[in-house]
Nanobody, 121 residues
Framework: QVQLVESGGGLVQPGGSLGLSCVASGSIFSVNAMAWHRQAPGKQRELVASITNGGAINYGDSVQGRFTISRDTAKNTVYLQMNSLKPGDTAVYYC???????????????WGQGTQVTVSS
């Protein structure tokens, strides 16, 4: 089994900053892409940012220039630094990882339980 555990959510004022982290643990042979998605009430889940094992990065249009994704491959950890936060960034943020549990196993998708980020004055 593989677990993704997020941390770092909370309440922040508009214009503020917040950092999230997510650690993948358990039966892991290799981790490929890691990403952050978010889902606001009444809206579909959307991609915030993704990063591959090779370091290729992609951002959602609404966070480009404000959020930064990074990872520590050795620690199977992905980070999201969020700056210039807006009320529209309020959502539950979910960590994602594509994991190969063993050498000859296929890739599987795993999700964290989610962490709430609220941007409000």
């Amino acid at each position: 089994q593989v677990q993704l555990v997020e941390s770092g959510g909370g309440l922040v004022q508009p214009g503020g900053s917040l950092g999230l982290s997510c650690v993948a643990s358990g039966s892991i042979f290799s981790v490929n892409a890691m990403a952050w998605h978010r889902q606001a009430p009444g809206k579909q889940r959307e991609l915030v940012a993704s990063i591959t094992n090779g370091g290729a990065i992609n951002y959602g249009d609404s966070v480009q220039g404000r959020f930064t994704i990074s990872r520590d491959t050795a620690k199977n950890t992905v980070y999201l630094q969020m700056n210039s936060l807006k009320p529209g960034d309020t959502a539950v943020y979910y960590c994602y990882a594509a994991v190969k549990p063993s050498r000859f196993a296929p890739w599987y998708d795993y999700w964290g339980q989610g962490t709430q980020v609220t941007v409000s004055s």
